[in-house]
């Protein structure tokens, strides 16, 4: 089956701790990209790649660290996550040829305390 | 001026009936324009794509998209209450930006 698989799916930590989110997509894509969704403000690009080691800035990278060593893989990781990163993420990824739309993963739910 | 505006609603339709979302973009440089479902928590699902002026039909799901006046609809016909759920319209411009609206709520009432 053709998806998008973020790990973990619920996630509560301290403030100051460092973690990693996981994506991995299994359909060849090159553009992949991280959102995150508050109410409100609706999605919100955070980083996006379109070739294994080409990573770019979204509209809100400040705190987030994004890395592309494989073409499936795309991990966000977050450092010092501070309690304004509480959010729901979702990671995203398209083929770059046909300008078709993205696929989602099923999102990650953060709770920084 | 956001790139994709919506109204964020709710839009509330009776079951049977034909709900209409709306969106309008800036970026003529968009080529591609989607529409996606997101029920409360869950992630966004596409539900329709359209490249070209005109209308698309899918099931009971129909897009349109007039470019000239910088336009994209969803029309649901037959409205049931599991489409109640947040319509987020989206676009993707020719370098490979995607902007997305803030989402309109439908609620269907049986």
């Known amino acids: 089956e053709a998806q998008v698989t973020q790990n973990p799916r619920y996630l509560i930590t301290v403030t100051g701790k460092k973690l990693t989110v996981t994506c991995s997509q299994n359909?060849?894509?090159?553009?992949m990209s991280w959102y995150r969704q508050d109410p409100g403000l609706g999605l919100r690009q955070i980083y996006y790649?379109?070739?294994?080691?080409?990573?770019d800035k979204g509209d809100v990278p400040e705190g987030y660290k994004v890395s592309r060593k494989e073409k499936r893989n795309f991990p966000l990781i977050l450092e010092s996550p501070s309690p304004n990163q509480t959010s729901l993420y979702f990671c995203?990824?398209?083929?770059?040829?046909?300008?078709?739309?993205?696929?989602f993963g099923s999102g990650t739910r953060l709770t920084v305390v | 001026q956001k790139e994709v505006e919506q109204n964020s609603g709710p839009l509330s339709v009776p079951e049977g009936a034909i709900a209409s979302l709306n969106c309008t973009y800036s970026?003529?440089?968009?080529?591609?324009f989607f529409w996606y479902r997101q029920y409360s928590g869950k992630s966004p699902e596409l539900i329709m794509s359209?490249?070209?002026?005109g209308d698309k039909e899918d099931g009971r799901f129909t897009a349109q998209l007039n470019k000239a006046s910088q336009y994209v609809s969803l029309l649901i016909r037959d409205s049931q209450p599991s489409d109640s759920a947040t319509y987020l319209c989206a676009v993707r411009n020719n370098f490979n930006k995607f902007y997305f609206g803030s989402g309109t709520k439908l609620n269907v009432k049986p």
């Open positions: 790649s379109m070739n294994v080691e080409v990573t």
């Open positions: 359909m060849n894509h090159e553009y």
């Open positions: 359209i490249y070209s002026n």
């Open positions: 970026d003529r440089g968009s080529q591609s």
């Open positions: 995203a990824s398209s083929p770059l040829e046909g300008l078709g739309g993205y696929t």
